[in-house]
């Protein structure tokens, strides 16, 4: 054998070795093992330095020769890693990454300075029509466009000159000068034709010198309130119908568009509202939004067809706009943003809640409401049944209140025995619905794990398709924009699963946060039934979606494996760098060239986590679920947690596994579908043997001169261990 010093280097750049030395023929017997601890046992020898300064045990290199073969030995540093498991209480970060917040807040900004420009435009058009007697009067009105404007400009600078960390709460805030560019726009509207159509003396007062030739006053083309009320047949106030005890509370809505609500009246009869200060329109507005009623406006097209206002209403006036909380902050729908939908439709039932609680409060039969509680539609296994729940209603039935699609929320929350639906859209044919599955018991959940039902609101508010790879579902994802939850699109099998052991779910994640019980579940947070109807066909199209914790929240993943502890068919090509999700034999090909260590703890940890889950899903017959694994080099931690597990071990299941049994895999080897209770065994089995875990304490903890690596032996009464006994006869060590 021979050594020399790996750092040391002479004149030519070659390293200087020692002589060599034969061994003797009993060291020749020593093991491999013998020789690593005769090797590291000496802590004398462990710290000291050579002739030439160096460590003999870290800047050495060894070597043994044997004929024409040599073995070298050389130090390399172990890293360990840490387990991180999902946490009881999930943090919420309200940044997000990229230049969505600053592009949309520009968007934003260019609308709203070519809406001011046009109605300038307009203004100084018309503004040579009036003689000196009202010219005081016009220019009070160019000064109250100044004014307006350069409040927007004022608050659109807020926006985007805020703070990066309240994101989120920032594209509420931009949804909020996005209504108040509407109601801008229908404000100046209707002051534009009141001043087409004045008593105020002009110059000229020839038709052809008006902004737009097909304005017009008449009230056949423009009906009013009240006669569109009576042509709708509904002159009556928002009512509730008392009920017994015996019977399921039902609240009849009747829809009445000659409600005049504050401020804003019926222009054909008081023009007087359209002059008010906009910061009094827009609070008395934002004011009825919170009661649940939306004022009404008419259109009288004075833009042009392609101007911004147009398109402003046009294409603002066909979304929701609903307060969230005090602060002005206004959730919004986006058709191609599921999260957006069922953000609008919690708003909606948590003030239907509220509401509730403050006529149960105030002992009061009398409040309005446009809320209608009645049992929806289920079908024998427990699904929403489109069909029979929501039928379209005949074309010659629809009617438009308004400019199209301000009527919006008039809104219905109907509640079967644990699933509210709520829908949303105007008129009898609402645009969506969605169906809350197990409202309550979710929300309990989120009250435990998340700091605000407002948080889950306003991180569900926006979000973006998300290309997630390694999966053979080919399911929609998306991830919200703050890349806290995921909102995948599950199958009918999957929900009807989830509707049988959804209960046992519940208490089980209870029990785990009251007792402390270890697990890495990623939580579910909620299941939701969204139906999107079609404004011109009143075509249906039903999302099942799920909404669970992205268990990568706020980290720097280098790369993840999806583990089901099966190696057939479980290899990925891609490479590094691909985005992609690696497999199961990726994994241990890993494990052998460049390990990952974790500590024996952390390893425990891991252990108590995936048996006391693997029992649970065994209980409710759930297979076919994963580890997710993710390596956070900078945090040194594999973020790990167990996903998909929400589809049972149904017949079809049980199909695909003889099949695969006996004629696809060669003998000897099992397909990735098995029976909930083999799953069971061999995912632990693959946990147990593919996670490398190095000593807690590198020197025997009875020594009375522990190294530095261990410290002071700790007190052997501070751990008590408990064995639990699972049905297999299997035992669970676990921390007390």
């Given amino acids: 054998?021979?050594?020399?010093?790996?750092?040391?280097?002479?004149?030519?750049?070659?390293?200087?070795?020692?002589?060599?030395?034969?061994?003797?023929?009993?060291?020749?017997?020593?093991?491999?093992?013998?020789?690593?601890?005769?090797?590291?046992?000496?802590?004398?020898?462990?710290?000291?330095?050579?002739?030439?300064?160096?460590?003999?045990?870290?800047?050495?290199?060894?070597?043994?020769?044997?004929?024409?073969?040599?073995?070298?030995?050389?130090?390399?540093?172990?890293?360990?890693?840490?387990?991180?498991?999902?946490p009881q209480e999930m943090e919420f970060n309200s940044s997000f990454r990229g230049d969505f917040l600053k592009n949309d807040s520009e968007n934003v900004y260019s609308r709203g300075i070519s809406m001011f420009l046009e109605i300038e435009k307009s203004l100084m058009n018309l503004g040579d029509r009036y003689v000196k007697g009202s010219s005081k009067e016009f220019s009070a009105i160019v000064e109250m466009l100044k004014q307006e404007k350069a409040q927007f400009e004022v608050e659109i600078q807020n926006a985007k000159n805020a703070s990066e960390d309240n994101a989120v709460w920032n594209l509420l805030s931009l949804n909020r000068l996005r209504l108040d560019l509407l109601l801008e726009s229908c404000t100046w509207d209707h002051r534009l034709h009141a001043l087409l159509s004045s008593d105020f003396i002009t110059m000229n007062p020839d038709p052809e010198t008006e902004i737009n030739p097909n304005t017009s006053s008449d009230s056949e083309t423009h009906p009013t309130e009240d006669t569109r009320a009576e042509e709708n047949g509904s002159?009556?106030?928002?009512?509730?119908?008392?009920?017994?005890?015996d019977l399921d509370p039902t609240v009849e809505v009747y829809s009445s568009s000659s409600v005049t609500l504050s401020v804003l009246r019926n222009p054909e009869n008081d023009k007087s509202?359209?002059?008010?200060?906009?910061?009094?329109?827009?609070?008395?507005?934002?004011?009825?939004?919170?009661?649940?009623?939306?004022?009404?406006?008419?259109?009288?097209?004075?833009f042009e067809e392609e101007s911004t206002s147009r398109k402003l209403i046009s294409d603002e006036g066909s979304r929701m706009h609903i307060p969230l909380g005090l602060d002005d902050y206004i959730v919004s729908d986006y058709e191609d943003e599921f999260s957006s939908i069922i953000a609008c439709a919690l708003t909606l039932l948590k003030d239907a809640k509220e509401e509730d609680d403050?006529?149960?409060?105030?002992?009061?039969?009398?409040?309005?409401?446009?809320?209608?509680?009645?049992?929806?539609?289920?079908?024998?296994?427990?699904?929403?049944?489109?069909?029979?729940?929501?039928q379209s209603p005949p074309a010659n039935s629809l009617h438009s209140n308004s400019f199209d699609g301000l009527d919006l929320?008039?809104?219905?929350?109907?509640?079967?025995?644990?699933?509210?639906?709520?829908?949303?859209?105007?008129?009898?044919?609402?645009?969506?619905?969605?169906?809350?599955?197990?409202?309550?018991?979710?929300?309990?959940?989120?009250?435990?794990?998340c700091p605000s039902e407002e948080e889950y609101i306003a991180s569900l508010s926006r979000c973006k398709n998300w290309d997630a790879k390694g999966g053979k579902s080919k399911s929609f994802f998306a991830k919200t924009l703050d890349d806290r939850f995921i909102i995948k699109e599950i199958k009918r099998t999957e929900f009807d699963s989830f509707m049988k052991f959804a209960t046992s779910y519940f208490e089980y994640m209870n029990q785990c946060s009251t007792h402390g019980n270890q697990t890495c579940l990623a939580k579910i947070v909620g299941i939701y039934q969204v139906v999107i109807r079609g404004t011109k066909n009143g075509r249906e199209t039903r999302h099942d979606l799920l909404v669970m914790e992205n268990l990568s929240f706020g980290r720097q993943i280098a790369r993840q494996y999806d583990l089901k502890g099966a190696l057939h068919a479980r290899f990925s090509t891609a490479g590094d760098g691909s985005g992609d999700v690696l497999l199961d034999q990726n994994f241990v090909n890993d494990m052998n060239v460049s390990p990952l260590y974790v500590s024996r703890k952390s390893k425990r940890t891991l252990q108590r986590a995936v048996y006391n889950d693997t029992?649970?899903?065994?209980?409710?017959?759930?297979?076919?679920?994963?580890?997710?694994?993710?390596?956070?080099?900078?945090?040194?931690?594999?973020?790990?947690?167990?996903?998909?597990?929400?589809?049972?071990?149904?017949?079809?299941?049980?199909?695909?596994?003889?099949?695969?049994?006996s004629l696809v895999l060669p003998k000897n080897q099992l397909p990735t579908i098995v029976s909930p209770k083999?799953?069971?065994?061999?995912?632990?089995?693959?946990?147990?043997?593919?996670?490398?875990?190095?000593?807690?304490?590198?020197?025997?903890?009875?020594?009375?001169?522990?190294?530095?690596?261990?410290?002071?032996?700790?007190?052997?009464?501070?751990?008590?261990?408990?064995?639990?006994?699972?049905?297999?006869?299997?035992?669970?060590?676990?921390?007390?």
């Fill in 358 to 390: 403050l006529k149960s409060n105030e002992g009061s039969q009398t409040l309005p409401r446009l809320f209608s509680l009645n049992s929806p539609n289920w079908s024998s296994f427990g699904s929403l049944d489109s069909e029979s729940s929501s």
């Fill in 678 to 736: 083999e799953y069971k065994k061999r995912f632990r089995k693959f946990i147990d043997t593919h996670f490398l875990s190095v000593p807690d304490h590198w020197c025997s903890r009875r020594s009375s001169n522990p190294c530095k690596l261990c410290g002071p032996a700790p007190d052997p009464s501070s751990a008590i261990k408990s064995v639990n006994q699972d049905e297999d006869g299997e035992q669970n060590g676990s921390s007390v």
């Fill in 1 to 86: 054998m021979w050594s020399r010093c790996g750092k040391c280097k002479n004149n030519d750049g070659t390293s200087k070795s020692t002589k060599r030395v034969l061994l003797s023929t009993a060291a020749c017997g020593f093991s491999f093992g013998k020789f690593l601890e005769l090797s590291f046992s000496s802590h004398s020898s462990l710290h000291s330095l050579s002739s030439c300064g160096h460590s003999f045990h870290k800047d050495f290199l060894y070597f043994f020769g044997l004929g024409p073969m040599v073995a070298m030995f050389k130090y390399s540093p172990v890293v360990t890693y840490s387990v991180s498991l999902p």
């Fill in 273 to 302: 509202w359209i002059w008010a200060p906009f910061a009094e329109i827009r609070r008395e507005y934002i004011e009825d939004l919170r009661k649940g009623y939306l004022p009404k406006f008419e259109f009288y097209k004075s």
């Fill in 235 to 245: 002159d009556q106030d928002f009512l509730i119908k008392p009920t017994t005890e």
């Fill in 409 to 449: 929320l008039e809104s219905l929350v109907s509640y079967g025995a644990s699933h509210p639906e709520v829908s949303m859209g105007p008129g009898k044919n609402r645009k969506y619905s969605v169906v809350c599955v197990y409202e309550a018991p979710f929300r309990e959940l989120r009250d435990r794990c």
């Fill in 615 to 661: 029992l649970f899903l065994n209980s409710i017959n759930v297979m076919d679920y994963s580890l997710l694994v993710g390596v956070d080099i900078q945090k040194r931690e594999l973020v790990c947690g167990i996903i998909d597990y929400v589809r049972q071990y149904t017949w079809d299941k049980q199909l695909e596994n003889w099949v695969k049994s």
